[in-house]
């Protein structure tokens, strides 16, 4: 069953990057490119999907269990920290360098584009290495487990 | 300057099924739909938690298959060619998402809707450097 609610979700979420354009790196970077040509439409994807997301939120918090586990499992980090600023930081300069983040860049991968194929080779090789990497972890970052 | 491809009923409408797509699985399963965490989390899996993850992922490009068969190829799609770009970039995204703990869903979507201060300052920190990034790179050294 969660399996099949997963499956489902991941599917309308793939649907609703090709409906926004998200998953088209050129219209990304059209968003970022804020002294070219701007083209504010992930602006509109990013306000439709958190207000559909927090007046759900709203909802769900309020029934306290979800429908298939024990609990809403919610990341337990709250700090504002070193690790996550870096990351975002080396994040967001991957994203304007391509054009995609993971969600986009795994919603292309039947296209049968070579470029596509390297970049989330790539994606995983970096995951890969950060899960490796050998100081400390602050709490909340995922380790191998 | 708008661009001439701005879209913005398309973006809210896809976005609105982005946003679906995450409340469904938190209210299903009680998860955050993190695309880089539960990608990130497969690569390292722990027990009875894989599963759900690797049907999420499948979900992606089936989803935006689906949704290109039944409407068309709505925004296009074009990427770069060259492969050190390429690399970089997926390097970046895939290291920078899981040191920072998420990406454009996990705190863009998911940790903005429920208030997470820590996820507003992910977001604008991300958003800044991808900002900068295609200044420099379109406007500076003038490749793009």
Redesign the interface.
């Known amino acids: 069953m969660r399996e099949l609610a997963a499956g489902l979700a991941g599917l309308v979420f793939g649907a609703g990057l090709l409906v926004s354009g998200m998953t088209n790196p050129d219209k990304v970077l059209g968003f970022l490119d804020l002294a070219g040509g701007w083209d504010p439409t992930l602006a509109f994807v990013m306000g439709g999907a958190l207000g559909v997301n927090a007046l759900a939120w709203a909802f769900m918090r309020r029934r306290g269990r979800p429908l298939l586990a024990a609990e809403f499992a919610l990341p337990a980090a709250s700090a504002i920290d070193a690790p996550l600023l870096a990351g975002s930081a080396l994040f967001g300069v991957g994203w304007g360098l391509v054009g995609l983040c993971p969600g986009p860049a795994l919603a292309g991968l039947l296209r049968g584009d070579a470029a596509i194929y390297l970049f989330v080779v790539a994606l995983l090789a970096g995951t890969w290495l950060a899960q490796r990497r050998p100081y400390p972890l602050p709490a909340g970052v995922p380790s191998k487990r | 300057?708008?661009?001439?491809?701005?879209?913005?009923w398309?973006?809210?409408?896809?976005?609105?099924?982005?946003?679906?797509?995450?409340?469904?699985?938190?209210?299903?399963?009680?998860?955050?739909?993190g695309?880089?965490?539960i990608?990130?989390?497969s690569?390292?899996p722990?027990r009875g938690e894989l599963?759900?993850?690797l049907?999420?992922?499948?979900?992606?490009?089936?989803?935006?298959?689906?949704?290109?068969a039944l409407?068309g190829?709505?925004?296009?799609?074009?990427?770069?060619?060259r492969?050190p770009?390429?690399?970089?970039?997926?390097?970046?995204?895939?290291?920078?998402?899981?040191?920072?703990?998420?990406?454009?869903?996990g705190?863009?979507?998911?940790?903005?809707?429920?208030g997470?201060?820590?996820s507003l300052?992910?977001?604008l920190?991300?958003?800044?450097?991808?900002?900068?990034?295609?200044?420099v790179?379109?406007?500076v050294l003038g490749g793009?």
């Open positions: 300057m708008i661009a001439e491809s701005f879209t913005p398309l973006g809210l409408a896809g976005g609105a099924l982005i946003g679906l797509a995450a409340a469904g699985l938190m209210l299903a399963n009680g998860r955050v739909a695309v880089s965490g990608l990130g989390r690569l390292a722990t599963a759900w993850r049907a999420f992922l499948a979900g992606l490009p089936l989803g935006a298959t689906l949704a290109k409407f190829d709505l925004n296009g799609f074009a990427i770069t060619g492969a770009l390429l690399v970089a970039g997926g390097l970046l995204v895939g290291f920078g998402t899981s040191l920072g703990n998420g990406c454009t869903s705190h863009g979507v998911c940790g903005l809707a429920r997470s201060k820590r300052a992910a977001t920190a991300f958003m800044a450097a991808g900002f900068a990034t295609v200044f790179a379109r406007h793009g």
